[in-house]
């Protein structure tokens, strides 16, 4: 059986048998889909670099609780919602 390492919403790593549905960035604290364009291609740019950094969530939830904001580019209504009034967003999410 495969698993997963997924960063939970404690900020810590855990395993898990279904894969996150979102990846993001542990230095910018920024996450996003996980064919988000920007992350795309700065893995292209800097293989083996960006990879380090590069972290999963299983779900939006997880992220913000972990300290992590939507990214403006694949997110981006996400984004301006987060940005115009950041705990009323992180509000919707029980946080």
Do not use: W
Request: charged share 30%; net charge positive.
């Amino acid at each position: 059986m495969k698993t997963y390492k997924l960063l939970g919403a404690d900020g810590k790593e855990h395993l898990s048998e279904t894969p996150g549905t979102l990846g993001g960035n542990s230095k910018l604290k920024i996450y996003g889909r996980l064919d988000c364009p920007s992350a795309l291609s700065t893995i292209r740019r800097f293989p083996g670099s960006y990879e380090k950094s590069r972290v999963f969530f299983a779900d939006e939830r997880a992220a913000l609780a972990a300290g992590y904001r939507p990214c403006g580019n694949c997110l981006r209504k996400q984004y301006q919602e987060y940005m115009d009034n950041p705990q009323k967003y992180r509000e919707k999410f029980g946080l």
